[in-house]
């Protein structure tokens, strides 16, 4: 579509966006009211929300307005989905240049629409606002649908930890970005469109998880967020974590070892969660540690030794996203 944002005007925009949505049966009002209405059989909303802003979350020049949709999208999903909810909408709130070619939101609003759409959910509404970056926020809803809540405070001593879906691809495509390369492109676009896998949240719960949490500060990290939480000692053993030969290739190319991203590499959304040890875990979930009481104070250890490299902070050094 032609034309700047400021030429087609906020409620033009609106207009353009809301009418490439799609629905789900849960959606019982969308877009055009004052609010939405979303069906809450369970009575319980889980809600989660989150910021994407260019520069410290994306660039354009490596993502596209379709890429980055999915991305906002995928991460607020899978908080949902880590809870052992049910997906079910997301609102969109958008601040855009009045310079920008509406193209560039209504592909986001594509990325956005098609992300849904994957873990069965809709977008139901939002608002736009004229600013000087462009920043993407979403709030996620989803339904319990009868089971209790999976949050990071119930690990057990004597549970294991699984982990199911991709771990450190994020962080090998950014550096391969960084790089000013687009190859290995399976890597590439993991870092672009995060693919978590929405439908093991909520298998999760029905197993009997104790406590679960998707990556994406990194694997360290948010199993350190449990740890706090549940106040354990979580060990990980690294020969139980899969480096792919591909991720190998990378971190000798450019001088990482590719453990580092599979450890701290945020971004992939894969799910962790602990199980009791005699929970029966279908084949996609991989088991990678165990759940002990903790020596001192709660934390994340690596083959039963501390691991001092820290994941994504947005506040800190190593915090990057695509910026």
Not at 41 to 47: F, G, I, L, M, S
Not at 120 to 147: K, Y
Not at 260 to 266: H, I, S, T, Y
Request: proline share 7%.
């Amino acid at each position: 579509m032609k034309g700047t944002v400021g030429e087609l005007g906020e409620f033009g925009l609106i207009k353009e966006l809301t009418s490439r949505l799609t629905s789900t049966p849960a959606v019982r009002l969308g877009p055009g009211d004052d609010a939405a209405v979303v069906a809450a059989p369970d009575r319980r909303v889980v809600a989660s929300t989150d910021i994407l802003l260019e520069g410290r979350h994306f660039r354009r020049d490596w993502s596209t307005a379709y890429d980055v949709g999915r991305k906002a999208a995928a991460q607020n999903l899978a908080d949902i989905a880590a809870m052992g909810a049910v997906p079910t909408a997301i609102l969109l709130g958008l601040v855009v240049p009045a310079e920008l070619p509406v193209s560039w939101p209504t592909e986001l609003m594509d990325g956005l629409r098609d992300e849904c759409q994957v873990a069965g959910a809709a977008v139901v509404g939002g608002d736009v606002v004229r600013g000087d970056t462009i920043t993407v926020s979403i709030t996620a809803l989803g339904d319990l649908r009868n089971h209790e809540p999976v949050t990071r405070a119930g690990a057990q001593p004597g549970d294991v930890v699984a982990v199911t879906g991709w771990l450190g691809w994020s962080a090998a495509g950014h550096a391969v970005l960084s790089r000013g390369f687009r190859s290995p492109r399976a890597f590439v676009e993991a870092h672009r469109r995060p693919e978590p896998p929405y439908h093991a949240g909520p298998a999760a719960a029905g197993l009997g998880a104790t406590s679960m949490t998707d990556v994406s500060d990194g694997l360290i990290a948010d199993l350190g967020h449990i740890a706090e939480a549940s106040k354990v000692r979580i060990d990980i053993r690294s020969g139980d974590v899969d480096v792919p030969s591909q991720m190998n290739d990378i971190g000798q190319a450019v001088g990482v070892d590719p453990l580092q991203w599979v450890l701290n590499g945020g971004e992939d959304h894969a799910i962790v969660a602990t199980f009791p040890q005699d929970v029966k875990l279908p084949a996609r979930w991989k088991v990678i540690g165990e759940v002990l009481n903790p020596s001192a104070q709660p934390q994340v250890t690596v083959d039963g030794a501390p691991w001092t490299s820290k994941g994504w902070d947005h506040f800190g050094e190593n915090g990057g996203g695509d910026s």
